[in-house]
Nanobody, 120 residues
Framework: QVQLVESGGGLVQPGGSLRLSCAAS????????MNWYRQAPGKQRELVAA???????NYADSVKGRFTISRDNAKNTTYLQMNSLKPEDTAVYYC??????????????WGQGTQVTVSS
């Protein structure tokens, strides 16, 4: 089993910054993708940012230029640096990690979610 522990959420004013962290632990053979999703009440869960094992990054159009995803392979950890935050960024943010715990044995694990609230 692979567990994800998220941290870094909180309340911030518009224009402020937060950094989310997500650490994976357990039996891990390889990590393919590390992703950040978010979900606001009454809204669909959406992919915010993703990073591949090779460090290739993709972002939702709504956060391009403001958010940066990174990963530390030695620590099995991904980070989401969020700058110039807007009220519409308010949501529960979920970390998702896809990989394998044995060759050919894939997993997809989710973090517990961390609340990000952007309000004046």
């Amino acid at each position: 089993q692979v567990q994800l522990v998220e941290s870094g959420g909180g309340l911030v004013q518009p224009g402020g910054s937060l950094r989310l962290s997500c650490a994976a632990s357990g039996t891990i053979f390889s990590i393919y993708f590390m992703n950040w999703y978010r979900q606001a009440p009454g809204k669909q869960r959406e992919l915010v940012a993703a990073i591949t094992s090779g460090g290739i990054r993709n972002y939702a159009d709504s956060v391009k230029g403001r958010f940066t995803i990174s990963r530390d392979n030695a620590k099995n950890t991904t980070y989401l640096q969020m700058n110039s935050l807007k009220p519409e960024d308010t949501a529960v943010y979920y970390c998702n990690v896809r990989g394998s715990y044995l060759p050919g044995r894939e997993f997809s694990s989710w973090g517990q979610g961390t609340q990000v609230t952007v309000s004046s």
